[in-house]
């Protein structure tokens, strides 16, 4: 650990491991652990011309092949706290891959990198062509933030930019800035993001046909020797980068009008909620206006018109909004009322079905002639309906927990008309060395006062999915009828820090997340929502669609198993002689063991619940049986 949170630890720890809720980094980035981009497009060896610009509002999660070499940092808008656009880049002590660097060590270590492709830095284009003298006053700029919504980066830790020499065939670090805090950050500049402009004045040095430039950060993972508590740290936030001729040391004028933070919910209470519940009042579910963070970068103000459509599953238009038009005023955030907090007026038609998804698209649009960026001026949100609730947006920007053994983590909803809970969805955090694979109840309450339990199972422990921010689902092997409020969560079995996705850009449910830690319940001292989401409604699907054995003489026991190991017998010996292999299924239809035909099975891992066999015959095209069991801890 670093010698101040060390320091500190020590001397709280006995407090700490008594009672305690707790808010970490992540271990690892889910949308870039699972994503389907990592692999790059082949990148052009010609070099770019002038401008170069990005503000990182594009949709992808890596930075874009056609301005960039590398993809070790994050393009997202959940951890900034009020961006200049929509969308940054943040640099933190994750690699390319979504995990911790294999380096990451208590002391500063090298992380991040963003690598400009090769710049035409020698020739100016266009309608006056011709080489790029010291006049021309070439002029790099961009935007940095520290933490923002994440973890502040140490002193020790910076984040710092470097120019490439051709002639030289070396790198030079012309900026750096120390870690601070958000606060610190705040009061020493009196903005959110500072803005830095460098000249490029030597041009024996720059002035080439292949100029490259490079942001890195130095990061130091905290609470390594606590495993389960170890995670993601030193967040910076880069927005706006700008390179180009005839700009000035006070050149912070963009002509551009954009998003700054992403699309809402149009729902008052929810993210997302069943189709069922939303049906009951469909009026008091919905807003009565909505939040929107529209942005003047440019030095004079600017008129512009706002609007949003509602587009059904067909992709026919079922509402529109026209806000009109409305003066921004300079380097500001919209504060026209009909721009700011655009009124909702509608509600989703109810229909006949289990289910229903809508996109809501925002559009704002300067003038005649447009601005600088086109991509930042739209922004999307999906509003679904389907079978269960969500405070949170579905990305985790940080891990909560509990300690010490046998505390206890309630979730509360609120139901609009009786429904049945079949499933509880948890997406968890990956832990250093998975630190955080210990067992608890899962448990649901009516009541919290007095408190009240109408569902408790053992066995279960933190599981992970390899899709993108995918939740696991805990199918209860009992159903559970309810009405009125509920609570979904559960209770430990040790101290270790389970790590729960936490949403910090979503604040439904600060007033709904409870702990007890020493036999009383408190609301959370966290603004944000847990990454938790109970399923209702009709019976789940299990995922294994059943399929008529050849052999009805295979008979397993014990049944449920109760010292992890299976065991098979059959009427006729001879039939084992055609078998091949067991595949194991749990309820969703997940693999979870694959093993070589044998009379004694292995089940080590399994958490208690209902799972199926399917026996394969020597061919693997036939499944021979297929056998229900329950295993228990």
Not at 351 to 359: L, Q, R, T
Not at 423 to 448: C, E, G, H, M, P
Not at 536 to 557: D, M, Q, R, V
Request: charged fraction near 20%.
């Amino acid at each position: 650990m670093k010698k101040t949170t060390l320091t500190i630890f020590l001397l709280l720890a006995p407090f700490l491991l008594f009672s305690q809720e707790m808010l970490i980094g992540l271990g690892s980035n889910p949308k870039i652990l699972s994503s389907k981009s990592s692999s790059r497009l082949m990148k052009s060896s010609v070099p770019r011309t002038l401008p170069f610009i990005d503000d990182f509002s594009s949709e992808n999660i890596f930075p874009a092949d056609s301005l960039w070499e590398d993809k070790t940092v994050f393009i997202n808008s959940d951890y900034c706290l009020h961006p200049v656009s929509i969308g940054v880049a943040t640099f933190d002590a994750l690699d390319s891959k979504g995990m911790l660097y294999p380096q990451a060590i208590a002391t500063a270590f090298p992380a991040d990198s963003l690598t400009s492709v090769k710049i035409r830095l020698d020739s100016v284009f266009g309608s006056s062509p011709g080489p790029i003298m010291i006049d021309d006053s070439v002029y790099f700029s961009f935007f940095y933030q520290p933490q923002g919504i994440g973890n502040a980066p140490e002193e020790d830790d910076s984040l710092l930019l470097e120019f490439y020499s051709e002639s030289s065939a070396k790198w030079f670090k012309v900026w750096s800035a120390p870690g601070t805090t958000m606060q610190n950050f705040l009061d020493t500049n009196h903005c959110y993001f500072k803005i830095v402009l460098i000249p490029l004045i030597d041009s024996v040095k720059y002035f080439s046909k292949n100029f490259q430039f490079r942001f890195r950060n130095f990061a130091s993972l905290a609470n390594n020797s606590i495993p389960s508590w170890a995670g993601n740290v030193d967040q910076w936030n880069v927005d706006y980068v700008y390179l180009n001729v005839h700009r000035s040391n006070g050149d912070s004028i963009f002509h551009d009008i954009t998003f700054a933070e992403k699309a809402p919910s149009l729902l008052k209470n929810y993210q997302a909620m069943p189709w069922k519940q939303f049906k009951v009042d469909t009026t008091a579910e919905m807003k009565d206006s909505l939040n929107i963070s529209i942005y003047n970068l440019d030095s004079i103000t600017k008129n512009s018109s706002y609007k949003f459509d509602i587009f059904n599953e067909l992709d026919a238009v079922i509402h529109s909004y026209n806000g009109g038009s409305a003066n921004i005023l300079p380097h500001a955030l919209q504060t026209a009322q009909q721009h700011a907090h655009p009124p909702v007026g509608y509600t989703f038609p109810p229909s006949a079905g289990d289910s229903a998804s809508f996109e809501i698209v925002h559009v704002i649009k300067e003038g005649i002639n447009g601005d600088d960026l086109r991509h930042n001026d739209t922004i999307r949100f999906n509003q679904n309906f389907y079978n269960y609730y969500a405070y949170d947006d579905g990305c985790p920007e940080a891990g909560y927990g509990l300690t010490p053994a046998n505390s206890k983590l309630a979730y509360k909803f609120n139901l609009n008309t009786a429904d049945t809970l079949r499933a509880i969805d948890i997406f968890w955090n990956r832990t250093y060395n998975d630190a955080s694979q210990k067992y608890f109840y899962l448990t649901v309450w009516s009541s919290l006062s007095p408190e009240t339990i109408i569902y408790q199972k053992s066995g279960y422990k933190p599981q992970y999915e390899d899709s993108l921010n995918k939740f696991y689902r805990y199918i209860l092997d009992t159903p559970v009828g309810l009405s009125g409020t509920f609570y979904v969560g559960w209770k430990q079995t040790t101290g270790d820090f389970l790590n729960v996705g936490f949403d910090r850009n979503t604040n439904y449910s600060s007033t709904n997340i409870f702990y007890n830690t020493s036999g009383t319940w408190y609301p959370s001292m966290y603004s944000g929502s847990l990454m938790i989401r109970p399923v209702l409604g009709k019976e789940l699907p299990i995922g294994i669609h059943e399929t008529a054995g050849i052999s009805s003489n295979i008979n397993l026991f014990p049944n449920p198993v109760s010292d992890h190991l299976l065991h098979f017998s059959f009427e006729n010996p001879e039939q084992m002689k055609e078998l091949s292999q067991i595949k194991v299924f749990d309820l969703t239809g997940r693999t979870v063991c694959i093993a070589p035909f044998s009379t004694t099975l292995d089940l080590p891992d399994l958490q208690s619940g209902l799972y199926f066999l399917m026996i394969f015959d020597k061919n693997h095209l036939k499944v021979v049986q297929i056998l229900k069991f329950f295993e228990e801890i």
